[in-house]
């Protein structure tokens, strides 16, 4: 039996796990993420631990980004140009690489999760689909022809602009890079800011929900018009609220209007935009997943 390494590195706290498999891990923990020596060191002393009485075969990092996924850059395995403060030009993959002598693979946090999906969770037998979280952040990653779609560097979903009717919202959003993208209108800061009270507290019946419902939805409309996905997989922490799943399917429908003619749309909306297979799980498995897909692609 085979045994990996997963580490879901969010920009508030660290999930590593070993196994085999989704239904096979022999050992997990989590802590806050604070400054890199100090979180990537607790990583590296858990993982080291497990690798002494098993080995691992590799080890997969799902972060949260910017970062570099291109194995063939200088600045592979590294987190860019994040604003989150310590955390800029940090080499993540190469030191859990030198710390455990293992492969190493590295993704942003969706792309893992996307795999993930792909292997064992709602996405199965599907070659071109898109996971997106709505959280903290907002972010998607895209299976097209079976492959993590990469090019230039990774998808940046949640950036995407969105028509912004102020005379309906004047709040003018939270990204700081942009304003009012989906991730400064719709991610879960954005909510607290606008209405003031943290997502999980409004009541279903608020207006909050409408809103939202319309962002993503308007979200989902450019990313099925612009890959065709077979199914759209959508997880994070502001998607538990088990009233908004079906407002954004019907936001969606009312948005394309009829012009994509696909039954999935159509007719089997309750089954094209879904929450993970996985569920809160989506993030680590994804992770272990990435390490899976290194050790087959020889390794970096
Ligand atoms: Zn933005």
Known sequence: MTFWGGIEAGGTKFVCAVGSAPDNLSAETRFPTTTPEETIGRAIAFFAAQHAKTPLAAVGIAAFGPLDPN????????????????????DFAAAIRRALGV??????????AALGE??????????????????SGIGGGAVVN????????????GH???????QRDPFPGVCPFHGDCLEGLAAGPALEARWGQRAETLPPDHPAWLLEAHYLALGLVNVIC??????????????????LFPLVRREVQTLLNGYV?????LEQIDSYIVPPGLGDRAGVLGALALAQHAAEMGGV
């Open 146 to 157: 079976g492959r993590l779609a990469h090019g230039l560097l990774h998808p940046e979903m």
């Open 160 to 166: 995407m602009c969105l028509p912004h009717d102020r």
């Open 71 to 90: 194995p063939a850059s200088p600045t592979f395995g590294f987190i860019t140009n994040t604003p989150k403060p310590g955390w800029a030009h940090t």
């Open 261 to 265: 003619k696909a039954p999935a749309i």
């Open 226 to 243: 612009t890959l065709s996905p077979q199914r759209i997989v959508v997880g994070g922490g502001v998607m538990t609220q088990p009233h």
């Open 103 to 112: 492969p190493v693979g590295f993704d942003t946090d969706v792309n893992g």
């Open 118 to 135: 792909l292997r064992w969770g709602a996405a199965q037998g599907l070659d071109t689909f898109v996971y997106m979280t709505v959280g």
